[in-house]
Structures are given as structure tokens and as C-alpha cells.
């Protein structure tokens, strides 16, 4: 929950909501997945790291405590490789398959 302050100052789960609106951006990637392969909505941070992104519907303060916590690197069973153009797995399942 925010507090006050962090009402007053524009910060939500310790991130500057210009900060997390900047360093966070959603893209569509097909994902395999154990089912099978499917189009779902990723998110690339700091240009560099991609992860799977499952709150799809969530809007607002909460959908930016979601993106900061993938700032903070709370959400790395997320995260993804993009081993072909448009083509991710994700990246602790990959290593333990191999």
C-alpha cells in the first residue's frame, strides 16, 4: 500500500513512476511454454533483460507496483532468451533441460 509521502512525492514501490514508465517496455513475443508455444505479452527492462509478463489485465498504481518489482529483480523465474527473432524460452528451464 502507498503511503502519503509516497503520494506526494510520485513514487510507487520505491521507483519514480516516470523511472519505471521509461526503463519498462511491453512487447508481444511467442513463449514456450510447457503446453506448447503462444503469443504472450512480454516486458523488456533496462533495454536488456525480457520476462514474461502473466498480469496481462492489471492497470494503474498496481500494474506499476508489478513493474517496479521486476525493476528490483524480484521476478527472475520470469525471465526469458529470445533464441530465434520473436521466439523465447524461459531461461531456468532451459538450463535445467540441458
Given at each position: ?22 526503463r ?32 496481462e ?8 507496483e ?5 525493476l ?27
Open positions: 500500500m502507498r503511503g502519503p509521502i509516497d503520494v506526494l512525492a510520485g513514487t510507487v514501490g520505491g521507483f519514480k513512476k516516470m523511472d519505471i514508465a521509461r519498462t517496455v511491453p512487447c508481444y513475443k511467442h513463449v514456450i511454454e510447457k503446453d506448447g508455444e503462444r503469443l504472450a505479452v512480454c516486458l523488456l527492462v533496462d533495454s536488456g533483460k525480457l520476462y514474461r509478463f502473466p498480469y489485465t492489471t492497470k494503474g498504481i498496481r500494474g506499476l508489478i513493474k517496479a518489482r521486476f528490483r529483480g524480484e521476478m527472475e523465474h520470469l525471465r526469458l532468451r529470445e533464441f530465434q527473432p520473436g521466439l523465447c524460452r524461459y531461461v531456468e528451464r532451459a538450463d535445467q533441460a540441458v
